[in-house]
């Protein structure tokens, strides 16, 4: 791979809670920045629990990094003049790429569902109030949503998104290169032609990760779940073993013409930063 191709990629962070966290994704985002990322983007918390901190974060991105920063945004329990309220505060503060979102539903939680059912509707929200001053992401599952009726109707939704004016799609993780492959030929005999970039979920820590895909659905094949686990207590075997698997996966990914990567850091740069070195994506190294 060399960096003449113009490879979209990007890197996710969730917004920090603490001081010390703030300072930690300080410097993991400027240890990025010699990916010179598409964008970075930053997760919602369900429900809008992160809304605030979602914002300042991206603030600080967007003005700082030289790069662009790009919310998360879910529109599960919220309402349209909220939506909008954030949508106009985005535009005041010149971002102008957005992940659009359904969400989940804190667990336990009783509240309004609100008055956007699905991503499409937000999607079509977004257009209608803001036109095309945003550059809109979406979510895409190449092992299917947890809550799909079916494979068949996954993919109509996912369309119906892409008709409602999405332009780019990022996929849940997933360990098994030939489920993307598949999405991406299922889109294409849809006549879905937004890039679909595969999203990418270095190997941190085995229980954190089963936790992770046994709530989102993503799966960690037989023989993988097995290996993590006999790494037990080294978690520095484990790391390079998953460094490993990762990069021969996004090698794949790529060789199969995937547009880009998108890393889902977990606000930790080293993981990221050992993949793309193993990929040759690092600039000026
Ligand atoms: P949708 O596209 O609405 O799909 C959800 C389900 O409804 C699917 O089963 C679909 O088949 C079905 N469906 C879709 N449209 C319709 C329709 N019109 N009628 C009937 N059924 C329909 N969650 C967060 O809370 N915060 C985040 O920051 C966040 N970031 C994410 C980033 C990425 C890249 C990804 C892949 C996921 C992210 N998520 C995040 C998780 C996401 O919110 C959940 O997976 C959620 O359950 C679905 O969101 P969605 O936008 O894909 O929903």
Request: glycine share 8%; with cysteine.
């Amino acid at each position: 791979m060399t960096t003449e191709q113009t490879l979209a990629i990007s890197c996710e962070f969730f917004p920090p809670r603490t001081d010390k966290g703030v300072l930690k994704l300080h410097q993991t985002r400027e240890q990025l920045q010699i990916l010179h990322p598409t964008f970075f983007s930053v997760t919602f918390g369900a429900g809008g629990s992160t809304q605030e901190k979602t914002f300042e974060t991206v603030k600080e991105i967007q003005k700082h990094s030289g790069f662009d920063a790009a919310p998360h945004l879910s529109c599960i329990g919220s309402t349209r003049e909220n939506i909008l309220k954030l949508l106009q505060d985005y535009q005041a503060h010149g971002i102008h790429r957005i992940v659009a979102l359904r969400g989940d539903k804190p667990s336990g939680w009783a509240g309004h569902l609100g008055e956007f059912r699905h991503a499409n509707e937000l999607v079509e929200f977004i257009r209608t109030e803001t036109g095309k001053h945003f550059f809109i992401e979406v979510a895409a599952y190449p092992e299917f949503h947890p809550e799909a009726h079916s494979t068949k109707a996954d993919l109509d939704f996912f369309k119906q998104k892409v008709q409602a004016g999405a332009d780019s799609a990022i996929t849940q993780y997933f360990y098994n290169a030939d489920a993307y492959f598949r999405l991406v030929d299922n889109c294409v005999e849809r006549d879905i032609d937004i890039p679909i970039v595969p999203g990418i979920m270095p190997i941190s820590n085995y229980e954190q990760l089963a936790r992770f895909s046994d709530t989102c659905g993503a799966e960690i094949p037989r023989w993988l779940r097995r290996r993590l686990k006999d790494f037990e207590d080294d978690k520095e075997g484990l790391q390079a073993f998953g460094v490993d698997v990762v990069t021969k996966l996004c090698e794949r990914l790529l060789e199969g013409g995937a547009p880009g990567l998108h890393f889902y850091t977990l606000n930790q740069a080293k993981l990221t930063l050992e993949i793309a070195t193993h990929l040759g994506l690092i600039v000026n190294a």
